[in-house]
């Protein structure tokens, strides 16, 4: 763990709370390796574009696969593409670079899901699952990935009819259910 994480975590004056956003945004980016993604629907204006997407592509239409498929192809569009299971490992670098450059850009680690343009799946499940709930598609992020071996490994499980649970692909075959 990064040593900067555990000092924020575990200092004794803030009772070992997790810290505050106005803490982090006040940590100099080129000092620490972390990196916070958040979604503000206030202040992200690539967000709020996104959302105005998914509205328009469930706007006319009553099939929420139809809905799900087309959202998720949105999510996977603005992450970076398809990405095929051999190639995930060109995913890390892809994602440090242009993290890095938003967290220089910006003088800040935490970075606007919005100004994300490469996500691993953990990222892909927090954008859709945002744009889902922006249009009431059921929809909820669980635990783990078929693709990603990491301990963040995310999917996103949308809710068809009373009893149906599928599992989203944003990653390799976009939009599959």
Known sequence: MDPFIWTLCNDLHDGGRVPTIE???????????IEVVIVDKV?????????????????NRTDSKEIATRLAAVVSTKMGGSVAATEEHELGPRWRDSVGFLKISS???????????????????????TLADSINLPCRIVKGCKYCKAGAATSCLVRFGHDRLLVLDAVVKMGVL
């Open 23 to 33: 803490s982090l945004k006040a940590v100099n980016p080129t000092d620490s390796a």
């Open 43 to 59: 202040a992200d204006y690539d967000l709020r574009q996104l959302i105005s997407m998914a509205i328009d592509v469930s706007l």
């Open 107 to 129: 003088g800040s680690v935490v970075l606007p899901i919005g100004k994300l343009s490469v996500g691993f799946c953990c990222h892909r499940a927090l954008l859709f699952k």
